[in-house]
């Protein structure tokens, strides 16, 4: 059991390392070209492995939640953000509202990100 848990906090902690990644890599040029790659790996998952599995999904979201089941924790949302902003809340937001945020956040670093990775480098050439 004191594995599982362990599991499940590096899941956590993975899972807010990569979104403050996504959120904030591209204030920082030494980190925009990871940023970059990490944006895409993201949108890769939600949308490619998506088709297969459901729009939005998340590899890491699947597994946490495999190890959550084993630690008898029932009803899980399909989102690791609505899982964490209801924990954090005490609320149970609309999973609508809690997707078109994080859609629109991500929509915002990703154009961001392109915008200093590849637009910018062009002007600078």
């Known amino acids: 059991m004191t594995g599982l848990k ?3 906090v590096f ?3 993975l899972h807010l390392l990569i979104i403050g990644f996504n959120l904030t890599g591209w204030v920082w040029q030494a980190t925009r070209r990871l940023h970059l790659y990490s944006v895409l790996a993201t949108a890769g998952s939600w949308l490619l492995l998506g088709i297969w599995y459901g729009i939005g ?3 890491i979201t699947d597994w946490q939640w495999q190890v959550k089941a084993k630690l008898g924790e029932r009803d ?3 989102s690791f953000i609505k899982y964490q902003v209801d924990k954090l809340t005490g609320a149970d937001v609309d999973a609508a509202v809690i997707d078109t945020t994080t859609a629109v956040s991500f929509a915002a670093v990703a154009l961001i ?3 200093l990775n590849i637009v910018r480098w062009r002007k600078r050439r």
């Open 113 to 115: 990100s392109f915008y």
């Open 11 to 13: 899941y956590t902690l």
């Open 76 to 78: 899980l949302p399909n």
């Open 57 to 59: 999904y998340c590899p």
């Open 6 to 8: 362990l599991l499940d």
